[in-house]
């Protein structure tokens, strides 16, 4: 082939210009990301050559060089990995292939200063390159391709690149930086170093460079008067050494790991800026042997609410690079917990299919499962305190208390909803899942009260833990239901998430206290009423009897059952559903996302004691006062009156 011209994919020549025009302090992540990808490239290799050894060539050992030549300018990075075909090169660098890369694109501000601070928490992959080169040549040739299948790959990092063919006897790939000429300080031995040393030990691959060694200048001829030498200099030595420690970070012990690279080490698996949550390291021994590291993030990703998004978890065995995403891994209300695993036992060249079905796999999978909930469990138990921290009151904690308030409602904010699809999923741990779910309630407005703090100030007599579902936390906070609850002081917990009514089919109570909605079945506190409550519920049940039948009879569309309530204080009626049936608000959402959902008929529950209620009786207008009557309880609860302008007209006509 030859000389071709191709112009870049807008996407990429807007972030090209983004990062040749944004001068900014955190230059040198360009090699972290240059070797990063050799890195991808030295695992793609070994993976596709475990069935088919062919393709290590006569070069075995993988690894990456590093090189500079002071003279050309220029600053190489080699690579023995899998290599690229001519059109992949066109693909893969004329394109944003990574979808991290395009989430990034999607927080750029457009002003300069901040956006070019992001580049630098980020990277962007190979395009990292342009930061320092004014030019950039890469050398390829596809493992498994002749020599004559090589590939050159040049761009000045604006609107286009050019490729052609050549001829390249080594497999792999060289990426060759024309430094520009503020940039020339990373030809240097010492400072390539450093940066390996700061962003890539952990690469399991090694990295080497070309030895130098000092030479003193030649002797001065004894006639000069100066006398002595000339200035000596580094030169190299045609031997190459390893500079990293080229070892894989979970594979190091966990004290010469810092907390540091910890985070880099994330930072790198997750494609995420931020530094992660929390995270565990662990080499489990057994009959499945195995290491895992796992990462809880600080933020949830866009995504999380996609089912099918896969788990973060990449495997390896014997630190060969598998796969990334093995969701057999983990369950699926973990699929935000990103790390490694790296087992011992499992064969080479497993597959997805395979991992399914594996013992291993399911042993790991319990393993990884049980100890992303103890960190959990952990960072729950010191975050105990929250309120103690807002009154200032902060010296009674302890240290480890103090490094940790706060983090698990932060965990809770982003992923708590997510770790509720585990209570129908994952039954084994459905006991510890529910000691880890936080709710608001009647008496706390923020998302902190566990089933067993409520439990705690539950009432003398108070045999239920109560809760109510509702679209927003004002909605629930100011349901009509609450009103008898808030009377007599008793908590119910607000439950405002989408899951929640779905997650709590699958819990019927919490520690021998049975969970009951407060807008499902007969009102009914048990010894929380007095008898004399109780006797005049049953009277005015009486004294009502008439009425009831006349609203029944004139909602008999509407409503399964017209009955009085003594749940009410301030509000006329309230709907409620029978103890089995699927609740209004749950029907709506069904509803809403398009499922068929049955028709819910609710039941409508009058407060006897309210002005409105009394003048139904004898009212000429009492067929509309019924449907008002309905059709504000509805709202009440976010729901829509079935035909609303029917509605507004009912009120009308009252109102003039
Ligand atoms: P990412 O590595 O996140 O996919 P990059 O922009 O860094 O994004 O690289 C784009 C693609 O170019 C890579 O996915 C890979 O297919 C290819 N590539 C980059 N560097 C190399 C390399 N050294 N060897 C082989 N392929 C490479």
């Given at each position: 082939?030859?000389?071709?011209?191709?112009?870049?994919?807008?996407?990429?020549?807007?972030?090209?210009?983004?990062?040749?025009?944004?001068?900014?302090?955190?230059?040198?992540?360009?090699?972290?990301?240059?070797?990063?990808?050799?890195?991808?490239?030295?695992?793609?290799?070994?993976?596709?050559?475990?069935?088919?050894?062919?393709?290590?060539?006569?070069?075995?050992?993988?690894?990456?060089?590093?090189?500079?030549?002071?003279?050309?300018?220029?600053?190489?990075?080699?690579?023995?990995?899998?290599?690229?075909?001519?059109?992949?090169?066109?693909?893969?660098?004329?394109?944003?292939?990574?979808?991290?890369?395009?989430?990034?694109?999607?927080?750029?501000?457009?002003?300069?200063?901040?956006?070019?601070?992001?580049?630098?928490?980020?990277?962007?992959?190979?395009?990292?390159?342009?930061?320092?080169?004014?030019?950039?040549?890469?050398?390829?040739?596809?493992?498994?391709?002749?020599?004559?299948?090589?590939?050159?790959?040049?761009?000045?990092?604006?609107?286009?690149?050019?490729?052609?063919?050549?001829?390249?006897?080594?497999?792999?790939?060289?990426?060759?930086?024309?430094?520009?000429?503020?940039?020339?300080?990373?030809?240097?031995?010492?400072?390539?170093?450093?940066?390996?040393?700061?962003?890539?030990?952990?690469?399991?691959?090694?990295?080497?460079?070309?030895?130098?060694?000092?030479?003193?200048?030649?002797?001065?001829?004894?006639?000069?008067?100066?006398?002595?030498?000339?200035?000596?200099?580094?030169?190299?030595?045609?031997?190459?050494?390893?500079?990293?420690?080229?070892?894989?970070?979970?594979?190091?012990?966990?004290?010469?790991?810092?907390?540091?690279?910890?985070?880099?080490?994330?930072?790198?698996?997750?494609?995420?800026?931020?530094?992660?949550?929390?995270?565990?390291?662990?080499?489990?021994?057994?009959?499945?042997?195995?290491?895992?590291?796992?990462?809880?993030?600080?933020?949830?990703?866009?995504?999380?609410?996609?089912?099918?998004?896969?788990?973060?978890?990449?495997?390896?065995?014997?630190?060969?690079?598998?796969?990334?995403?093995?969701?057999?891994?983990?369950?699926?209300?973990?699929?935000?917990?990103?790390?490694?695993?790296?087992?011992?036992?499992?064969?080479?060249?497993?597959?997805?299919?395979?991992?399914?079905?594996?013992?291993?796999?399911?042993?790991?999978?319990?393993?990884?499962?049980?100890?992303?909930?103890?960190?959990?469990?952990?960072?729950?138990?010191?975050?105990?305190?929250?309120?103690?921290?807002?009154?200032?009151?902060?010296?009674?904690?302890?240290?480890?208390?103090?490094?940790?308030?706060?983090?698990?409602?932060?965990?809770?904010?982003?992923?708590?909803?997510?770790?509720?699809?585990?209570?129908?999923?994952?039954?084994?741990?459905?006991?510890?899942?529910?000691?880890?779910?936080?709710?608001?309630?009647?008496?706390?407005?923020?998302?902190?009260?566990?089933?067993?703090?409520?439990?705690?100030?539950?009432?003398?007599?108070?045999?239920?833990?109560?809760?109510i579902?509702a679209?927003?936390?004002a909605a629930a906070k100011n349901s009509p239901q609450l009103e008898v609850f808030k009377k007599k002081?008793?908590?119910v917990?607000?439950?405002?998430?989408?899951?929640?009514?779905?997650?709590?089919?699958?819990?019927?109570?919490?520690?021998?206290?049975?969970?009951?909605?407060v807008a499902k079945g007969a009102f009914?506190l048990?010894?929380?009423q007095?008898?004399?409550e109780?006797?005049a519920a049953e009277d005015a049940a009486e004294t009502f009897k008439p009425v009831l039948a006349k609203l029944k009879e004139a909602l008999k569309d509407k409503a399964e059952d017209v009955r009085v309530t003594s749940r009410l204080v301030d509000s006329p009626a309230c709907l409620v559903v029978?103890?089995?049936?699927?609740?209004m608000?749950?029907?709506?959402?069904?509803?809403?996302?398009?499922?068929?959902?049955?028709?819910?008929k609710p039941v409508l529950e009058v407060n006897p004691e309210h002005a409105l209620v009394k003048k139904l009786d004898g009212s000429v207008h009492f067929h509309d006062l019924a449907h008002i009557l309905f059709d504000q309880a509805l709202l009440a609860e976010g729901g829509l009156p079935a035909d609303p302008?029917a509605y507004v007209k009912r009120v009308n006509a009252l109102l003039s």
């Amino acid at each position: 082939m030859s000389k071709q011209t191709h112009a870049f994919q807008a996407e990429v020549a807007q972030l090209l210009h983004l990062v040749t025009h944004s001068l900014y302090s955190n230059q040198e992540i360009f090699l972290r990301e240059l070797i990063s990808n050799a890195s991808d490239a030295c695992d793609k290799l070994r993976f596709e050559a475990l069935n088919n050894t062919a393709l290590y060539e006569d070069a075995p050992e993988l690894q990456v060089r590093l090189s500079f030549d002071k003279a050309a300018k220029t600053l190489t990075i080699t690579d023995n990995g899998i290599g690229m075909t001519a059109q992949e090169a066109i693909d893969h660098l004329g394109t944003i292939a990574k979808s991290g890369t395009k989430d990034f694109m999607s927080k750029l501000s457009g002003d300069q200063k901040s956006d070019a601070q992001l580049i630098g928490q980020f990277g962007v992959g190979f395009y990292s390159g342009f930061i320092v080169a004014e030019k950039i040549t890469v050398e390829t040739r596809r493992a498994g391709a002749a020599a004559a299948e090589g590939v050159r790959w040049i761009s000045g990092g604006t609107g286009d690149f050019e490729v052609e063919t050549i001829t390249r006897a080594e497999r792999g790939t060289s990426v060759i930086l024309h430094l520009r000429e503020e940039a020339l300080d990373y030809a240097n031995t010492w400072k390539l170093k450093e940066i390996v040393g700061k962003y890539s030990d952990h690469i399991s691959l090694p990295i080497l460079m070309e030895k130098e060694e000092w030479q003193d200048g030649e002797l001065i001829e004894p006639n000069n008067e100066e006398g002595g030498r000339q200035p000596g200099a580094m030169v190299k030595t045609g031997e190459w050494e390893t500079i990293n420690k080229a070892s894989a970070l979970w594979s190091r012990s966990k004290k010469d790991i810092s907390d540091e690279q910890y985070a880099d080490f994330y930072k790198q698996i997750s494609r995420d800026f931020e530094a992660p949550l929390t995270w565990t390291h662990n080499r489990v021994e057994g009959s499945t042997e195995y290491t895992q590291l796992l990462y809880i993030p600080s933020k949830a990703p866009q995504d999380l609410w996609n089912r099918d998004k896969k788990a973060g978890i990449k495997l390896y065995v014997k630190r060969v690079f598998i796969m990334d995403e093995a969701e057999a891994l983990m369950p699926s209300y973990l699929r935000f917990v990103k790390g490694v695993v790296d087992s011992a036992d499992l064969p080479l060249n497993v597959s997805r299919e395979l991992l399914q079905e594996s013992r291993d796999v399911k042993a790991i999978r319990e393993g990884c499962t049980k100890r992303v909930l103890s960190m959990l469990e952990d960072l729950a138990k010191h975050d105990q305190a929250p309120e103690a921290a807002a009154d200032g009151v902060t010296d009674v904690l302890s240290e480890e208390d103090k490094a940790k308030l706060g983090q698990y409602s932060k965990f809770y904010a982003e992923f708590g909803a997510v770790l509720k699809e585990g209570l129908g999923e994952d039954f084994g741990n459905q006991a510890r899942l529910s000691k880890l779910l936080r709710f608001a309630s009647s008496t706390h407005d923020t998302v902190s009260v566990s089933f067993a703090d409520y439990k705690a100030r539950m009432k003398e007599g108070q045999d239920a833990i109560y809760y109510i579902t509702a679209d927003t936390l004002a909605a629930a906070k100011n349901s009509p239901q609450l009103e008898v609850f808030k009377k007599k002081g008793i908590e119910v917990l607000l439950m405002t998430d989408r899951v929640d009514e779905w997650a709590l089919n699958f819990v019927h109570e919490f520690d021998g206290t049975p969970l009951q909605s407060v807008a499902k079945g007969a009102f009914d506190l048990g010894k929380l009423q007095d008898e004399e409550e109780k006797k005049a519920a049953e009277d005015a049940a009486e004294t009502f009897k008439p009425v009831l039948a006349k609203l029944k009879e004139a909602l008999k569309d509407k409503a399964e059952d017209v009955r009085v309530t003594s749940r009410l204080v301030d509000s006329p009626a309230c709907l409620v559903v029978t103890d089995d049936g699927m609740s209004m608000q749950l029907a709506r959402m069904l509803k809403q996302a398009g499922q068929s959902a049955p028709e819910v008929k609710p039941v409508l529950e009058v407060n006897p004691e309210h002005a409105l209620v009394k003048k139904l009786d004898g009212s000429v207008h009492f067929h509309d006062l019924a449907h008002i009557l309905f059709d504000q309880a509805l709202l009440a609860e976010g729901g829509l009156p079935a035909d609303p302008a029917a509605y507004v007209k009912r009120v009308n006509a009252l109102l003039s």
